[in-house]
C-alpha cells in the first residue's frame, strides 16, 4: 500500500504506468510466452526513437512527431515484462535509463540539425537549452539517488511529460512554442528537484 507522502511525490510516468497495466500486462504475459526478454524492448525501443531522430534531422518535424508519440509507447511494455515475466534486474533498470537518456539524445540532436538546416539559429539554441536541460533533469535524480535521497521523481516536465509535449507539439506544427515550453520547464524541473533534495537534506 502506497503512504500518503508517496503519493504525494507520485509522477505522471507512475500514474500512467498503473493506467496502462490493463493493457500492458496482457501483453507482457503474452511477450513472456514468446521467450521475449524486457532487455529487447527496451533496445528496439531505444532503437525506434533513434529512427525518430533521424528522421527529424530530415525536417520532417510533425511526422517525427507523431512517430515519437508511437514508437515512446513500448516504454510501457518494458518495465511490465520484467515484472510479469520476474525477469527484473538492477543492469535492465540501468540499462533502461542509460537507453533513454542516448534516445532522448538523438532526439534532440535530428531537432538541431534540421534548425541548423533550416537557418534558425534561434530555434537552435532552444533546441540546446532543451536538450542540456533534459539531461540535467535526469543526472539530478541519479545523483541524488547516489548520495542516498531516494524518490527525486518531483518536478514539471519529467520524462513522460517531455515525450508527450515534443511529440505532440511536433505533431501539431507547433515546434516554437515547443520547444520554448521545454526549454524553461525542463530548467524549471531542475530546480524543483535540487529544492527538493535541499528541503529532505535539511530534515
Known amino acids: 500500500m502506497t503512504t500518503s507522502r508517496e503519493q504525494a511525490r507520485e509522477t505522471?510516468?507512475?500514474?500512467?504506468?498503473?493506467?496502462?497495466?490493463?493493457?500492458?500486462?496482457p501483453v507482457a504475459r503474452r511477450l513472456t510466452r514468446w521467450g521475449i526478454h524486457p532487455n529487447t524492448i527496451t533496445i528496439l525501443g531505444c532503437l525506434l526513437t533513434?529512427?525518430?531522430?533521424?528522421?527529424?534531422?530530415?525536417?520532417?518535424?510533425?511526422?517525427?512527431?507523431?512517430?515519437?508519440?508511437?514508437?515512446?509507447?513500448?516504454?510501457?511494455?518494458?518495465?511490465?515484462?520484467?515484472?510479469?515475466?520476474?525477469?527484473?534486474?538492477?543492469?535492465?533498470?540501468?540499462?533502461?535509463?542509460?537507453?533513454?537518456?542516448?534516445?532522448?539524445?538523438?532526439?534532440?540532436?535530428?531537432?538541431?540539425?534540421?534548425?541548423?538546416r533550416q537557418g534558425e539559429p534561434g530555434m537552435a539554441y532552444l533546441v540546446f537549452a532543451a536538450a542540456s536541460g533534459s539531461l540535467m533533469v535526469s543526472y539530478v535524480r541519479a545523483r541524488a539517488e547516489g548520495v542516498g535521497y531516494e524518490g527525486c521523481k518531483v518536478g514539471l516536465l519529467t520524462r513522460v511529460e517531455r515525450v508527450i509535449l515534443l511529440g505532440g507539439g511536433l505533431a501539431l506544427g507547433l515546434?516554437?512554442?515547443?520547444?520554448?515550453?521545454?526549454?524553461?520547464?525542463?530548467w524549471l524541473t531542475v530546480a524543483q528537484r535540487i529544492a527538493w533534495v535541499y528541503r529532505e537534506s535539511r530534515q
Open 175 to 186: 515546434t516554437a512554442a515547443t520547444l520554448w515550453v521545454l526549454a524553461v520547464g525542463v
Open 50 to 116: 533513434t529512427a525518430v531522430g533521424a528522421v527529424l534531422a530530415t525536417g520532417r518535424l510533425r511526422l517525427g512527431g507523431l512517430l515519437l508519440l508511437a514508437a515512446s509507447s513500448l516504454d510501457a511494455f518494458d518495465g511490465a515484462l520484467a515484472r510479469v515475466s520476474g525477469e527484473k534486474s538492477r543492469f535492465g533498470a540501468f540499462l533502461d535509463s542509460t537507453l533513454d537518456r542516448f534516445s532522448e539524445g538523438a532526439l534532440f540532436f535530428g531537432l538541431l540539425v534540421a534548425m541548423v
Open 12 to 25: 505522471l510516468t507512475d500514474w500512467a504506468r498503473r493506467q496502462a497495466q490493463v493493457i500492458t500486462y
